[in-house]
């Protein structure tokens, strides 16, 4: 994973079989100092497949919709749903999250790439 404008990336093991619920747990478990004020159903998880070379596109306040094409994931559905095949080799695939409190916006990408 990496989070928007920060750029480095840190791995977040999960089962495909549990839930995208699950994985947002994951992701704070990750990351605690940077997700300190926030709870796991406050993120907001979309699959993306982007190119590694554009990780400087990954930003705050970049439509991920629009410009990466990110579908956004329920939090009820099985991971195994989104994430039926093997990562692209030295790309980013996986998920992009952000969440708000207090006007503090976060935003980051699941980095799925071989280096």
Known sequence: CIVLDQYRAFAVDFDKSKTVSHLKTAILEQKKKSFSDIEADQ???WKVNIPQSNKWEIHTGVDIKQ???GIELDDLTLIAKYFQKNPQRRGLGGTTY???ESGRAYEGVDLSCDT
């Open 67 to 69: 410009k990466f094409g």
């Open 98 to 100: 952000q969440g708000e």
């Open 43 to 45: 993120l907001t998880l």
